[in-house]
């Protein structure tokens, strides 16, 4: 059984940008909630955002029609 993993909203001080783009690129790991949250931060802490991250948000997107 696959585990997803989920990141909270009050924890977000504590992990890094770089954290925050490892749920973008592996956003299948994730609940799509905690994938939304990483990216709001992301673009909160203005974290340059490149055109394969951005491809991950569009598949992200697609799939989970958001």
Do not use: C, G, Q
Not at 1 to 25: N, R
Not at 32 to 59: C, G, Q
Request: charged fraction near 30%; avoid cysteine.
């Amino acid at each position: 059984m696959i585990t997803v993993k989920t990141i909270e909203k009050e924890s977000l001080d504590k992990i890094s940008s770089l954290d925050l783009s490892y749920v973008i690129f592996f956003w299948r790991e994730y609940n799509s909630n905690s994938v939304l949250i990483a990216y709001d931060e992301l673009k909160k802490r203005e974290y340059p955002i490149s055109a394969s991250f951005l491809d991950k948000m569009i598949e992200f997107r697609k799939i989970n029609s958001l």
